[in-house]
């Protein structure tokens, strides 16, 4: 297990505050965050890089704060890949096994072994400056990889790469984490976050926000900045009269005074209110229906995504939903046309 305890770092007029996290062998851990937000001074801090003024690093129990870059069995691999450039892929990823007490043979066969796991086997005689970004990544993997760490940590890997090459990328990245390597992948694209990791961190101005398994955090942001950064774009201010609840509900007046009502008690006159777009419905006439949040608006536009089509709604506040194609095409939606937006008290989150 890894545990980071409470620490605290800085680097130059930037600040890592009380970051504290547990993983489990085999996790995946995805740090999400803006640039500058302090994910990759985390990366530096476990790699001993960087020394936190307090704070403890703990793996299977043993306290490794103070070991040096060489001894920490961490392996980084930054974006830039820092391959050696004079050396082939072979060497590259044969230099990391020198000092192991390996004979040549054994140094040869690990280095087969780790290239053919990242796809790299017809590049061995190659060298760097002839390798595409892809082909140049998986090299620093499998050059990372010969030193056998216990923990991963990645800066970025999938940034610069193409569509085509970041699917690969997350494939490899899957193979090796599913050998039971634990993996901490920094990146700022919640899509990728979505499709590689056991559990998410959301790291913000160098605090650590909130983190959890994807489900918990993309379902439950615990402030407006998690949620903007899932990628929900639903999200108003709404104030609250005191007076407000009825019959078991509370209602929130938005600046353009739409009402909108909700379960939870907002606990103070003015709050951000949350609706996931998967949780709306959207139909041609007003629905007989327990959802008691029911509008009439205009679609505005219509983006056809991987996993649905999203609408853009005019119903005095801009609202965006998403819905299968099967759906568009059975309600024969388009911009411009009327439509009705229904969704349940119980789907309005509170931040």
Same mark, same amino acid.
């Given at each position: 297990?890894l545990?980071?305890?409470n620490?605290? &770092? $800085?680097?130059?007029d930037f600040?890592?505050r ?6 489990e ?6 740090v999400l ?5 302090g994910?990759?001074?985390l990366l530096e801090?476990? &790699?001993?890089?960087? /020394?936190?003024?307090t ?9 490794i704060?103070?070991? /040096?870059i060489q ?14 450039? %004079?050396m ?9 096994l020198?000092?192991k007490?390996?004979s040549?043979?054994?140094?040869g066969? /690990?280095?087969?072994?780790? &290239?053919r796991?990242? $796809?790299v086997?017809h590049?061995?005689?190659? %060298?760097?400056?002839t390798l595409s970004?892809?082909e140049?990544? $998986?090299?620093?993997l499998?050059r990372?990889?010969a030193?056998?760490p216990k =923990?991963l940590l990645?800066?970025e ?7 085509k090459l970041?699917?690969?990328?997350r ?5 090796i984490n599913?050998?039971g390597?634990?993996i901490? %992948? =920094? ?8 499709t590689l990791?056991?559990?998410?961190a959301i ?18 942001p615990?402030? +407006?900045?998690v &949620?903007r950064?899932?990628g929900?774009?639903?999200i108003?201010?709404?104030?609250f009269?005191k007076?407000s +609840?009825k ?6 007046l938005?600046?353009n ?7 939870d008690?907002?606990g103070?006159?003015?709050? %951000? ?6 949780d ?11 959802a ?6 205009? #679609?505005n536009?219509?983006?056809y995504?991987?996993h ?9 506040? #801009?609202f965006? =939903?998403?819905v299968s194609? $099967?759906?568009?095409?059975?309600l024969?939606?388009a911009?411009?046309e ?12 509170i931040?």
């Amino acid at each position: 297990m890894l545990e980071i305890k409470n620490i605290n &770092a $800085r680097l130059g007029d930037f600040r890592l505050r009380n970051i504290s996290l547990e993983l489990e062998p085999g996790d995946y851990l995805t740090v999400l965050g803006l640039s500058g937000a302090g994910k990759t001074v985390l990366l530096e801090v476990l &790699a001993g890089l960087v /020394k936190p003024e307090t704070g403890e690093i703990n793996l299977d129990g043993e306290d490794i704060s103070n070991l /040096k870059i060489q001894n920490r069995p961490f392996g980084l691999v930054y974006q830039d890949m820092a391959l050696f450039p %004079h050396m082939t892929v072979r060497k590259n990823i044969t230099y990391a096994l020198k000092g192991k007490g390996l004979s040549n043979q054994e140094q040869g066969n /690990k280095t087969l072994e780790l &290239a053919r796991l990242t $796809r790299v086997e017809h590049l061995l005689d190659r %060298h760097p400056g002839t390798l595409s970004g892809g082909e140049a990544q $998986r090299v620093a993997l499998a050059r990372t990889l010969a030193s056998n760490p216990k =923990v991963l940590l990645l800066d970025e890997p999938l940034a610069s790469l193409d569509v085509k090459l970041r699917q690969e990328l997350r494939e490899l990245l899957k193979k090796i984490n599913q050998t039971g390597k634990t993996i901490i %992948h =920094v990146t700022h694209d919640p899509m990728e976050a979505a499709t590689l990791s056991k559990k998410i961190a959301i790291i913000e101005k160098g605090e650590l926000i909130q983190w959890g398994k994807p489900e918990e955090v993309f379902r439950n942001p615990v402030s +407006e900045f998690v &949620a903007r950064f899932s990628g929900i774009k639903n999200i108003f201010p709404c104030t609250f009269e005191k007076t407000s +609840e009825k019959n078991g509900l509370f209602h929130g007046l938005t600046k353009n005074k739409i009402t909108i009502s909700c379960l939870d008690d907002p606990g103070k006159d003015a709050a %951000h209110l949350m609706i996931p777009g998967e949780d709306i419905i959207v139909s041609k006439e007003r629905l007989e229906t327990s959802a008691i949040n029911q509008y009439k608006g205009i #679609i505005n536009e219509i983006y056809y995504l991987n996993h649905g089509v999203e609408l853009i709604i005019n119903v005095g506040e #801009i609202f965006s =939903v998403i819905v299968s194609k $099967r759906s568009v095409e059975k309600l024969s939606l388009a911009p411009g046309e009327e439509v009705w937006l229904s969704f349940k008290a119980s789907a309005v989150k509170i931040l």
